[in-house]
């Protein structure tokens, strides 16, 4: 297919591919300013070390570029030893917001539509099970950390922020072969592939009644994508609605990767 191009709406309301893309590199430049307070070394590309006040002199593009290879550069262990005690602290949050049962307490939610030309469904669903580690994940969204197995083996580990806000937690996903019972999600009709997951800490197993519902319709020259985040009602508002942002990078970014490396 050719033509590309992506429309992105967030709880119905157009977002524009600029504001989208300062909004990662807004994002780069907090992972920056993060890892370099928990002692990493960032470097520009000559090797020289980077200051905090010289980080946010890098032009968009550079700052991305340098998250993308700090996160390489730190890699998978290095990333779970530096953020130890900050994961336990996130896996605290979560018991938090689920102290009162989620029958009881009930799920919020926030959409991510993504109309797309020039990438067909078959290239999705084969992306969205491929983002597994290695800069790949790096370069969709500077707020994944850690990624390690695929979707469709049952259980894939990741390490990043919900919503950013906060900060990372490391779960892992399953997916579901329906919808979740207590998603107030409706199944919708005209979009035949549906792809639906829950998650759960990677620490003690716990479920934390977040998820997502990626809903997928086939068009004459690409696809339309209905993506729904659900989380806890007492979880902070501002995560299920900073995750339609973080859908938006994310399946942006991996339909962008897939068409640039099919057109090659």
Request: charged share 20%; net charge negative; hydrophobic share 35%.
């Amino acid at each position: 297919m050719s033509n590309f191009k992506i429309q992105t709406f967030i709880n119905d309301e157009e977002v524009k591919p600029a504001v989208l893309e300062r909004l990662k590199y807004e994002r780069s430049l907090h992972v920056l300013h993060e890892l370099m307070d928990l002692g990493v070394k960032i470097k520009d590309n000559a090797g020289n070390d980077l200051d905090k006040v010289s980080v946010n002199w890098l032009e968009p593009e550079v700052a991305i570029a340098t998250a993308v290879k700090a996160h390489s550069e730190l890699g998978s262990q290095g990333t779970l030893d530096l953020y130890h005690d900050i994961l336990l602290d996130s896996d605290k949050h979560w018991h938090e917001y689920n102290e009162v049962p989620i029958e009881e307490q009930g799920c919020q939610t926030a959409t991510t539509h993504l109309v797309v030309s020039g990438v067909d469904i078959q290239s999705f669903g084969q992306g969205i099970n491929n983002v597994t580690g290695g800069d790949l994940a790096f370069k969709i969204n500077p707020e994944h950390y850690y990624v390690n197995g695929e979707l469709s083996t049952g259980k894939q580990e990741i390490m990043e922020t919900f919503g950013m806000f906060g900060e990372p937690t490391l779960t892992y996903g399953k997916p579901a072969k329906e919808i979740p019972d207590y998603y107030p999600v409706k199944r919708l009709e005209d979009h035949p592939m549906c792809m639906a997951g829950e998650t759960y800490l990677v620490h003690d197993d716990f479920n934390l009644h977040v998820g997502a519902v990626h809903q997928i319709k086939p068009l004459p020259d690409g696809i339309d994508i209905v993506s729904t985040f659900v989380c806890p009602n007492n979880a902070p508002k501002a995560i299920a609605q900073g995750h339609t942002v973080h859908f938006a990078l994310e399946l942006g970014g991996m339909l962008t990767l897939l068409h640039d490396s099919q057109a090659k």
